[in-house]
């Protein structure tokens, strides 16, 4: 309530900008962790205030650094979009039962006056939705992983069917034999479940084939479709130019007869294709008399060789939308053209007709999310699957720590509003680590290669290079309730060797966890490098009087030897244009492979746990140690450009 009061009371300049900046230097919003009315109203104040609208310049937060990150991290979300309606919206008094509409978008608020719900993040309430009959579908092509735009659109989906009390479906749109395999159909379903989607309906577009071809035919018998052989060069010329086909008035019966052949696999059917009977004049492409049936002798993946013409998508879905019960289909704004061609079609074939709502793409920088050029990273050898932790896969964000629940928040707060986002990496993986933080437990490791014996000895230091000796210390420094583990000490320790090359002699530095020594011999070889330093505790010494505090490994047979994978963007243009060769804009390396030393208990964590390498980041177990191979950790990206800390990695962190 203070903030909105202060919203539409203080007027916009420089005491506006000094409150917001002081309240939220400590904090990401300024009430709670996670957007609500008081961002709202603080953000529609400064940006109605400035005279700008969304995507200028915005308001002058120069010298209010904590308000300019706030600032812009909320003109990143879908719900931040008109400062003057959010500011009438404050103002305007409480209505009895409830305001319609009443809470800000992406806060916590009371109900609507309907009863329902406010909205979630971005997502409006869908038109004509009656709690307990929706269905909304999901229709993923097995041509393919699952990637990032199918983790939208399922989750949008699932989220809505959930919010109504009603189904998700999910349906495999196998209509297209020439691209389809088992392998990807079946880890569409895998990813789900990874996913935490249980769609309540799981269908095919095959399993409705004989229907199709019924209703095609209808359309052929009411003179609405007709099969035509023109080449498919002057076909999309002749539409481009908004040109008659030479057969578009054959008749009805020829064109069943024709239909029947091709239906078949006759040999002089099979150049047909049957196309719609629209509008050649139309301003819309898609209503110019698109294909609806073609010819394709690859046996299907589910029917074999049992049908030798398939439907295309744009006739089977508004077919079996209808036909399965969907009474809203999601989809993004790329198919905006393409509604008005849905609709035709289903009042034509007299169908139940489906509300259509449609939302923007979700844009990461740097990341390709086209199926035909994420092929051909397979095909080529540069990654090493769908899997890679590379890819904008489901399986390959999984692989480099992404953490659905995350990504699931993050989805819904996006929203389904049309507006096409443009995200950059780092503001999720800053809200991915933060999930990390809690239970990941720590852990300490040294580049292999690299590191620096310190020899060390002492009150506290082993008295011999046999003795075993260790210290008892949290798993979770910040939390000690979540266990504790023994950290092995030893006479000699490992260094990072830029850490020993910036030591100079007679410095007093910090084993982390352990205690204080004073380093008291360096020796250094042609090269002027640190090869070895000798140094003496003080256990008297505390961390917050030293300026080095380093990570280290103890020199003992249980020391693990294990291999840190760090990636980067597969390529290095933040947004490829139609006309870019990918091939031009690849990162070399994208991928660092290292071996380090790590503590003894690296040996016993499980594929899939995430731990913190002290000073390092966040890494995720890829594959646990066996006799045969090292344990493999892949770095999790945590929003900067590099390794956390002053401690440089193998590779760039994007």
Same mark, same amino acid.
Request: proline share 5%.
């Given at each position: 309530?203070?903030?909105?009061?202060?919203?539409?009371?203080?007027?916009?300049?420089?005491?506006?900008? @000094? +409150? /917001?900046? #002081?309240?939220?230097?400590?904090?990401?919003?300024?009430? %709670?962790?996670?957007?609500?009315? $008081?961002?709202? =109203?603080?953000? @529609? +104040? /400064?940006? #109605?205030?400035?005279?700008?609208?969304?995507?200028?310049? %915005?308001?002058?937060?120069?010298? $209010?650094?904590? =308000?300019?990150?706030?600032?812009?991290?909320?003109?990143?979300?879908?719900?931040?979009?008109?400062? %003057?309606?959010?500011?009438?919206?404050?103002?305007?008094?409480?209505?009895?039962?409830?305001?319609?509409?009443?809470?800000?978008?992406?806060?916590?608020? %009371?109900?609507?006056?309907?009863?329902?719900?406010?909205?979630?993040?971005?997502?409006?309430?869908?038109?004509?939705?009656?709690?307990?009959?929706?269905?909304?579908?999901?229709?993923?092509?097995?041509?393919?992983?699952?990637?990032?735009?199918?983790?939208?659109?399922?989750?949008?989906?699932?989220?809505?069917?959930?919010?109504?009390?009603?189904?998700?479906?999910?349906?495999?749109?196998?209509?297209?034999?020439?691209?389809?395999?088992?392998?990807?159909?079946?880890?569409?379903?895998?990813?789900?479940?990874?996913?935490?989607?249980?769609?309540?309906?799981?269908?095919?577009?095959?399993?409705?084939?004989?229907?199709?071809?019924?209703?095609?035919?209808?359309?052929?018998?009411?003179?609405?479709?007709?099969?035509?052989?023109?080449?498919?060069?002057?076909?999309?010329?002749?539409?481009?130019?908004?040109?008659?086909?030479?057969?578009?008035?054959?008749?009805?019966?020829?064109?069943?007869?024709?239909?029947?052949?091709?239906?078949?696999?006759?040999?002089?059917?099979?150049?047909?294709?049957?196309?719609?009977?629209?509008?050649?004049?139309?301003?819309?492409?898609?209503?110019?008399?698109?294909?609806?049936?073609?010819?394709?002798?690859?046996?299907?993946?589910?029917?074999?060789?049992?049908?030798?013409?398939?439907?295309?998508?744009?006739?089977?879905?508004?077919?079996?939308?209808?036909?399965?019960?969907?009474?809203?289909?999601?989809?993004?704004?790329?198919?905006?053209?393409?509604?008005?061609?849905?609709?035709?079609?289903?009042?034509?074939?007299?169908?139940?007709?489906?509300?259509?709502?449609?939302?923007?793409?979700?844009?990461?920088?740097?990341?390709?999310?086209?199926?035909?050029?994420?092929?051909?990273?397979?095909?080529?050898?540069?990654?090493?699957?769908?899997?890679?932790?590379?890819?904008?896969?489901?399986?390959?964000?999984?692989?480099?720590?992404?953490?659905?629940?995350?990504?699931?928040?993050?989805?819904?707060?996006?929203?389904?509003?049309?507006?096409?986002?443009?995200?950059?990496?780092?503001?999720?993986?800053?809200?991915?680590?933060?999930?990390?933080?809690?239970?990941?437990?720590?852990?300490?490791?040294?580049?292999?290669?690299?590191?620096?014996?310190?020899?060390?000895?002492?009150?506290?230091?082993?008295?011999?290079?046999?003795?075993?000796?260790?210290?008892?210390?949290?798993?979770?420094?910040?939390?000690?309730?979540?266990?504790?583990?023994?950290?092995?000490?030893?006479?000699?320790?490992?260094?990072?060797?830029?850490?020993?090359?910036?030591?100079?002699?007679?410095?007093?530095?910090?084993?982390?966890?352990?205690?204080?020594?004073?380093?008291?011999?360096?020796?250094?070889?042609?090269?002027?490098?640190?090869?070895?330093?000798?140094?003496?505790?003080?256990?008297?010494?505390?961390?917050?009087?030293?300026?080095?505090?380093?990570?280290?490994?103890?020199?003992?047979?249980?020391?693990?030897?294990?291999?840190?994978?760090?990636?980067?963007?597969?390529?290095?243009?933040?947004?490829?244009?139609?006309?870019?060769?990918?091939?031009?804009?690849?990162?070399?390396?994208?991928?660092?492979?290292?071996?380090?030393?790590?503590?003894?208990?690296?040996?016993?964590?499980?594929?899939?746990?995430?731990?913190?390498?002290?000073?390092?980041?966040?890494?995720?177990?890829?594959?646990?140690?066996?006799?045969?191979?090292?344990?493999?950790?892949?770095?999790?990206?945590?929003?900067?450009?590099?390794?956390?800390?002053?401690?440089?990695?193998?590779?760039?962190?994007?």
């Amino acid at each position: 309530d203070g903030w909105c009061e202060i919203a539409l009371t203080v007027p916009y300049g420089a005491d506006l900008t @000094a +409150a /917001l900046d #002081a309240a939220l230097a400590p904090r990401t919003f300024l009430c %709670g962790h996670e957007v609500t009315l $008081a961002d709202l =109203a603080a953000w @529609a +104040a /400064l940006t #109605a205030g400035a005279g700008v609208g969304r995507g200028s310049t %915005g308001p002058d937060l120069s010298g $209010a650094a904590h =308000a300019a990150r706030w600032y812009a991290h909320l003109n990143s979300l879908a719900a931040f979009e008109n400062p %003057g309606m959010a500011l009438r919206k404050l103002s305007m008094p409480a209505r009895a039962g409830g305001s319609k509409g009443g809470k800000n978008k992406g806060g916590k608020g %009371g109900k609507k006056a309907d009863g329902k719900g406010d909205d979630d993040g971005g997502c409006p309430p869908l038109e004509g939705a009656v709690e307990g009959q929706v269905m909304t579908r999901f229709p993923p092509e097995p041509s393919g992983y699952m990637h990032l735009g199918h983790v939208k659109a399922v989750m949008l989906n699932n989220y809505y069917a959930r919010r109504y009390k009603g189904k998700l479906l999910v349906r495999f749109d196998d209509t297209n034999p020439s691209k389809e395999k088992e392998e990807f159909a079946d880890n569409i379903l895998k990813d789900l479940i990874k996913l935490g989607i249980q769609p309540d309906v799981v269908s095919h577009t095959s399993d409705f084939f004989g229907q199709i071809e019924n209703f095609a035919r209808q359309l052929v018998r009411d003179g609405k479709a007709y099969m035509d052989a023109t080449p498919q060069e002057q076909m999309r010329d002749e539409r481009m130019k908004q040109i008659n086909s030479s057969f578009r008035d054959t008749s009805p019966e020829d064109n069943m007869e024709i239909f029947d052949k091709l239906v078949k696999g006759a040999a002089d059917a099979q150049h047909y294709c049957l196309r719609a009977k629209i509008d050649m004049s139309s301003v819309n492409g898609t209503m110019r008399d698109p294909v609806l049936f073609r010819y394709n002798a690859t046996p299907h993946i589910k029917t074999g060789t049992r049908f030798k013409a398939y439907p295309t998508y744009d006739l089977a879905c508004p077919i079996v939308d209808s036909i399965e019960g969907v009474t809203h289909a999601l989809r993004t704004t790329e198919y905006d053209d393409r509604n008005e061609q849905y609709d035709w079609l289903q009042n034509a074939m007299g169908l139940r007709s489906v509300r259509i709502h449609s939302f923007g793409r979700l844009n990461f920088a740097y990341t390709l999310l086209s199926k035909r050029k994420l092929q051909m990273f397979v095909d080529e050898g540069r990654v090493d699957g769908w899997f890679d932790p590379r890819f904008p896969t489901v399986q390959g964000l999984l692989r480099r720590g992404v953490q659905v629940p995350v990504l699931r928040d993050f989805i819904v707060l996006q929203g389904a509003s049309r507006r096409i986002v443009n995200m950059e990496w780092d503001k999720f993986w800053a809200k991915n680590k933060q999930a990390l933080e809690p239970t990941a437990h720590r852990f300490m490791a040294v580049f292999k290669d690299s590191c620096v014996p310190l020899d060390v000895e002492g009150e506290g230091v082993p008295a011999s290079d046999g003795e075993i000796a260790a210290k008892t210390i949290p798993l979770i420094p910040k939390d000690p309730s979540k266990g504790s583990r023994a950290l092995r000490l030893a006479r000699r320790v490992y260094l990072e060797g830029g850490d020993a090359n910036s030591i100079a002699e007679g410095e007093e530095i910090t084993l982390m966890r352990w205690m204080n020594f004073v380093v008291t011999g360096i020796e250094k070889d042609a090269a002027g490098n640190a090869v070895r330093l000798v140094g003496r505790s003080n256990p008297a010494g505390l961390p917050k009087n030293t300026k080095l505090k380093v990570n280290w490994i103890s020199e003992v047979p249980e020391k693990s030897t294990v291999e840190l994978a760090e990636y980067d963007h597969l390529i290095s243009k933040a947004k490829l244009e139609e006309t870019d060769d990918f091939h031009d804009h690849l990162t070399d390396p994208s991928e660092v492979l290292s071996m380090a030393y790590g503590d003894p208990l690296l040996n016993s964590v499980n594929e899939g746990d995430f731990v913190q390498l002290e000073r390092r980041g966040f890494f995720r177990c890829d594959r646990a140690y066996s006799p045969e191979a090292p344990a493999r950790f892949i770095m999790v990206p945590d929003g900067k450009a590099k390794a956390m800390s002053t401690l440089s990695g193998a590779a760039v962190h994007r």
